[in-house]
């Protein structure tokens, strides 16, 4: 990862979350299904069951089973998507693990942002932001003009139905009243490189008052925590073995170059792993982003939305600046906050 000079490293004070008045649901959700892929069909018709979506919200395409598509290609998609879906469809969940990318940008990005072949020339560079970071908006169409995208994946098929249940599971269950409490974990390395949010974490103990522990600790604790329900940490790799003991509806990511490169992750740490040890949603790059702040999730913003009672897709997609080569992975409609 290449290093981008960032100053003094000294704490930034607390970030302004909006107060929310609404979030995505599942009639709002439009579901993508590659008929190419045997997995994204399996996976497709189980979320169908699994989130009750009605025809009309599933589109059925044929794409090449690739790490990346090109201009040519990813156009087609975006045409069929936008022919399809009516204005009522404000966000997307894409059911297949390949392709994950549009040239040097991730398919999510594109899908909202459109293709930045300039970006490609260097991808340290500053890309396009999003008008929807750290907004109140849970109408993302019509109040921004897009429809932010999460990929509903894992590595097996059957990895993938769990990652549906815990998703499920999820909505709701951290507003009952006795439940134990949680932890969110702000982790420290010795990555220099890496380490670049820690002047973004909270303060310990922000929130105990809501039943969520937060903590700043060594990236070890994240094995020995019990119910963890938030992991921001930076490094290249990360040791999720034993799995850490997750809540439904957990997130998860580290800071790092490829961790949205699903295919292979250029030696690193992707996504992929922390939702094959039991997390509910996650983020990682596709292509050599730098150490850019505005191009990670926002560890204030991405816990401060969560626990408002977004979705995961929500969260995720308000906490990053720049998300043209950002990857979001998960099951999107997952809400522990929300009211059921």
């Not at 045409?79 to 040239?103: G, N, S």
């Not at 850019?292 to 626990?307: A, D, E, S």
């Amino acid at each position: 990862m290449e290093i981008v000079t960032l100053g003094a490293q000294k704490p930034l004070a607390c970030m302004p979350i909006p107060r929310l008045a609404g979030r995505l649901h599942a009639s709002d959700l439009g579901l993508v299904i590659n008929t190419a892929d045997p997995a994204s069909v399996a996976v497709g018709e189980y979320y169908i069951g699994a989130r009750g979506l009605k025809p009309e919200q599933v589109l059925r395409v044929s794409l090449p089973v690739k790490p990346a598509l090109d201009r040519e290609e990813f156009n087609r998609l975006k045409r069929a998507i936008d022919e399809h879906f009516t204005r009522r469809i404000q966000a997307l969940a894409l059911a297949w693990t390949m392709p994950y990318a549009v040239e040097c940008n991730s398919i999510t990005g594109a899908l909202a942002l459109g293709v930045d072949s300039e970006l490609c020339k260097q991808s340290c560079n500053r890309s396009r932001p999003s008008t929807y970071f750290n907004s109140s908006s849970f109408r993302p169409l019509n109040d921004h003009g897009f429809r932010p995208a999460m990929m509903l994946t894992a590595r097996t098929v059957e990895q993938a139905k769990a990652l549906i249940d815990r998703g499920v599971a999820a909505d709701g269950s951290l507003l009952l009243r006795g439940r134990p409490p949680v932890n969110a974990l702000f982790l420290t390395t010795d990555d220099v490189a890496r380490r670049v949010r820690t002047p973004l974490y909270p303060p310990p103990g922000l929130i105990r008052g809501v039943g969520v522990e937060v903590k700043i600790e060594p990236a070890a604790e994240l094995n020995r925590t019990p119910r963890v329900l938030l992991a921001i940490t930076g490094s290249a790799r990360v040791d999720l073995d034993p799995a850490p003991d997750w809540v439904p509806g957990a997130l998860a990511d580290h800071l790092t170059s490829t961790g949205g490169d699903l295919l292979t992750g250029q030696g690193q740490s992707t996504a992929l792993d922390w939702i094959a040890s039991g997390v509910t949603a996650s983020h990682g790059t596709v292509s050599e982003p730098c150490n850019h702040l505005q191009k990670f999730p926002h560890p204030q913003v991405l816990m401060g939305q969560y626990l408002q009672g977004s979705t995961a897709l929500e969260a995720y997609w308000k906490s990053v600046l720049w998300p043209q080569q950002s990857l979001f992975v998960g099951e999107p409609l997952a809400a522990p906050f929300a009211r059921r």
